[in-house]
């Protein structure tokens, strides 16, 4: 099994350019994140689904939409992307509620100049 | 008070060596509680998920104090390979928001021959 695949694995982008980072997990799970991880700030949640035709704000959200398109795909959309977004992100999934184990794909690490 | 606090070490030690983390939570109606382990430049993995009564898999120990609000991660016999950065991480409360799982912002350990 694949697991959790992220695409791209790296992009850089000019300010205000827009883009979309892609996520799909082949393991049934219910659930989907979004995090970026910054040097000294650890993981922080951009948006989540707890199921399928769901979507929620997390702790930073702001300059970001996402869209769950199915049970298997979440994806996080930059619309005018700052120098601030530059960071590294998970997309994540879990089986359900309960907080259990779960399972990151390897990572977008994305530069905006 | 953060919602969930390490040390960010690094904590650089001889190979052979015990060393222990430490973590505190401060949202008392946490119930899932777990380690991750994350190497440089890579995702984030479940490491062991930890249990009231403490759990123990192979060299790695876990124990929570729920009272205490402390969860702490002993390494016994370090290896050059358990080199990485290892994150405490909190869940909701059951029937809670599934979005709410805190990751600490990680410690650091570096094993030396």
């Known amino acids: 099994n694949a697991g959790v695949t992220q695409t791209p694995k790296f992009q850089v982008l000019k300010t205000g350019q827009s883009m979309t980072l892609q996520c799909a997990q082949d393991?049934?799970?219910?659930?989907m994140y979004w995090y970026r991880q910054d040097p000294g700030m650890g993981l922080r949640l951009i948006y989540y689904?707890?199921?399928?035709?769901?979507?929620d704000k997390g702790e930073v959200p702001n300059g970001y939409n996402v869209s769950r398109l199915n049970k298997r795909e979440f994806s996080l959309r930059l619309e005018s992307a700052a120098p601030s977004q530059t960071s590294v992100y998970f997309c994540?999934?879990?089986?359900?509620?309960?907080?259990?184990?779960?399972?990151f794909g390897s990572g977008t690490r994305l530069t905006v100049v | 008070r953060k919602e969930v606090e390490q040390d960010p070490g690094p904590f650089n030690v001889p190979e052979g060596a015990t060393v222990a983390f430490n973590c505190t939570y401060s949202?008392?109606?946490?119930?899932?509680f777990f380690w991750y382990r994350q190497d440089c430049r890579k995702e984030p993995k479940l490491l062991m998920s930890?249990?009231?009564s403490g759990n123990e898999d192979g060299r790695f120990t876990a124990q929570l104090n729920r009272a205490s609000q402390y969860i702490s991660l002993l390494i016994r016999d370090s290896k050059l390979s358990d080199s990485a950065t290892y994150l405490c991480?909190?869940?909701?409360?059951?029937?809670?928001?599934?979005?709410?799982?805190?990751f600490g912002k990680g410690t650091k350990l570096s094993v030396k021959p």
């Open positions: 994540a999934s879990s089986r359900g509620t309960g907080g259990g184990g779960y399972t």
């Open positions: 393991m049934n799970h219910n659930s």
């Open positions: 689904s707890a199921s399928e035709g769901t979507t």
């Open positions: 949202n008392s109606a946490s119930q899932s």
């Open positions: 930890v249990y009231s």
């Open positions: 991480v909190v869940g909701p409360n059951y029937g809670g928001s599934q979005g709410n799982l805190i």
